[in-house]
Nanobody, 130 residues
Framework: QVRLMESGGGLVQSGGSLRLSCTTSGFTFDDYGIGWFRQVPGKEREGISCMSSSDIGINWYAGSVRGRFSVSRASAKGTAFLQMNSLKPEDTGIYYC??????????????????????WGPGTQVTVSE
């Protein structure tokens, strides 16, 4: 069974950092891209980043987080990471990781759309205080 599980969320002050982990099981990790999304109540799920497989090496970031957030993977552990620096109150939300439906590549034309991911973790809360 394909599973993803986020961890590492919490409460942090503005300007601080957090690293989220996405632990996966049930599939060959290196055969899939991994996306990161966040959601706040009353708003649509927002694409934060998409990380292609290691052999492709192309990652995408939303403009709101580019230069502050970065993604990486530990293939031997089947785990993806989202490093978040210089956090702002507007980064508050529930953060989700998800598996790219079509495999290794994250494409510019669709990476930020939730429709292109087939399996999601339950999410982890990130709260950034003033």
């Amino acid at each position: 069974q394909v599973r993803l599980m986020e961890s590492g969320g919490g409460l942090v002050q503005s300007g601080g950092s957090l690293r989220l982990s996405c632990t996966t099981s049930g599939f060959t990790f290196d055969d899939y891209g991994i996306g990161w999304f966040r959601q706040v109540p009353g708003k649509e799920r927002e694409g934060i980043s998409c990380m292609s497989s290691s052999d492709i090496g192309i990652n995408w970031y939303a403009g709101s987080v580019r230069g502050r957030f970065s993604v990486s993977r530990a293939s031997a552990k089947g785990t993806a990471f989202l490093q978040m620096n210089s956090l702002k109150p507007e980064d508050t939300g529930i953060y989700y990781c998800a598996r790219v439906t079509t495999g290794r590549a994250c494409e510019r034309s669709w990476w930020s759309s939730p429709d292109h991911y087939d399996t999601w973790g339950p999410g982890t809360q990130v709260t950034v205080s003033e």
